[in-house]
């Protein structure tokens, strides 16, 4: 099989060169979109406004229990939940394996730090980000919400819940840039283009399901 070869003639580099130019601009793209069309709803714990819901999405499990990433989400949204910014906690993450439990294991972590049980609803489906989204929406019936992740994810959070009918802010938890921050940060230039397709295609959630009221009923006993 016969290698590609470096063109031989500067009007040849120069095209190669012009085409990965525009190969580069077309990947980050999305990602322009992302920061343009949420920034301005970023905001630290102590200014967001408050809302009825907070919104806190999965981000892995050790042997069980919130990695410290999760637990640092799970942090801010008991903060949350003690300043009287939100009533009602809803977290979503992957529940698709008897031997992964993501959303249980977030509001073991909540309840065990002093949120009420009755404050806390597990979304077992939130499979990525835009399930999370749009089951929030469309199962839950979540219309303004303080979305909570690390802030190299939550720019995305924020435009695919605002595509899928969501008024939110977000609130990005800081972190040391570690090794697992570097990933994140290359994943969200990945991940950024799915969000776009995504919000243009508006497509159902992997499982969607009968409309659940535990959000409102939640709410409802907060009042």
Not at 22 to 49: E, I
Not at 81 to 88: A, P, S, T
Not at 193 to 221: I, Q
């Amino acid at each position: 099989m016969r290698r590609p070869r470096w063109p031989a003639t500067t009007r040849g580099r120069r095209r190669v060169v012009r085409w990965a130019a525009a190969v580069c601009v077309a990947a980050l793209l999305p990602m322009t979109w992302l920061y343009v069309s949420a920034s301005q709803r970023v905001r630290d714990l102590a200014d967001v406004p408050a809302e009825p819901v907070a919104v806190v999405f999965g981000a892995g499990l050790d042997h069980g229990v919130p990695s410290p990433y999760l637990a640092h989400r799970l942090g801010a949204a008991a903060a949350l939940y003690r300043e009287h910014k939100v009533e009602v906690i809803l977290v979503t993450g992957d529940n698709s394996r008897t031997d992964y439990d993501e959303p249980d294991a977030m509001s073991g972590w909540l309840v065990g730090h002093g949120v009420p049980r009755s404050r806390v609803v597990p979304d077992y489906a939130g499979f990525d980000t835009w399930d999370s989204c749009a089951r929030a929406r469309r199962i839950f019936g979540v219309t303004h919400a303080v979305l909570v992740s690390q802030g190299f994810h939550i720019r995305r959070a924020l435009a695919l819940c605002a595509a899928a009918g969501i008024t939110a802010y977000g609130v990005g938890v800081d972190e040391r840039h570690d090794a697992t921050w570097y990933y994140g940060g290359v994943r969200e230039v990945l991940a950024s283009g799915k969000a776009a397709l995504d919000s243009a295609a508006d497509p159902a959630p992997d499982l969607l399901g009968p409309r659940e009221h535990t959000v409102t009923a939640a709410l409802r006993a907060a009042r």
